[in-house]
């Protein structure tokens, strides 16, 4: 039996360390907003249903665990995973990043758009997603440019522009190694 997953379900991949809640279902995908805001495409086979519920714990249990804990750890070999590089998108307009922009500048736009780039940038280099596109958006350019500066202090990364048949011309792709 297929699970049915609703708006607001609390779900885990799989085959990667991802927990999120679902926000769309589609037939044969799901969409989810994990814990550090990233919105993923999944089909419902690579998904399960968690729960939000309180544990149960017995005290000999936990005192299993403590002690476990402090003896060394084992080393075990890491499986690496056979699923394909995911590629997630982060919008950088500024009312998908805030609620309201009246009130800021031109400035302070820029930056919480630059620092919610980075942020996510460390994300997804720490989590060894291969592909991320920043949506920036065609205007005049400025946000373009200060993301591709911040994207030359990076080593490990190759960036250029995303598919235009995708994004047109107001995406940049990177690559992270």
């Not at 009246?102 to 060894?128: C, P, T, V, Y």
Request: glycine fraction near 4%; aromatic fraction near 8%.
């Amino acid at each position: 039996m297929k699970p049915e997953f609703k708006i607001g379900d609390s779900v885990e991949t799989l085959d990667d360390n991802i927990k999120g809640r679902v926000v769309s279902v589609a037939t044969d995908e799901i969409k989810i907003s994990t814990e550090d805001g990233f919105k993923l495409e999944f089909k419902p086979h690579e998904l399960i249903k968690t729960s939000t519920n309180t544990l149960n714990i017995k005290t000999e249990d936990l005192k299993k665990v403590i002690i476990q804990e402090k003896q060394p750890p084992r080393k075990n070999p890491k499986i690496k995973s056979s699923k394909p590089p995911q590629k997630i998108e982060i919008d950088l307009h500024i009312h998908e990043l805030i609620d309201d922009a009246r009130h800021l500048s031109n400035f302070e736009i820029l930056n919480i758009q630059l620092d919610k780039a980075k942020q996510q940038l460390e994300w997804a280099i720490d989590k060894r997603v291969k592909y991320i596109v920043f949506i920036h958006g065609v205007g005049q350019g400025v946000l373009k440019a200060e993301l591709q500066t911040l994207l030359r202090r990076y080593d490990n990364i190759e960036f250029y522009d995303a598919s235009y048949q995708t994004y047109g011309v107001g995406a940049t792709e990177v690559c992270i190694y």
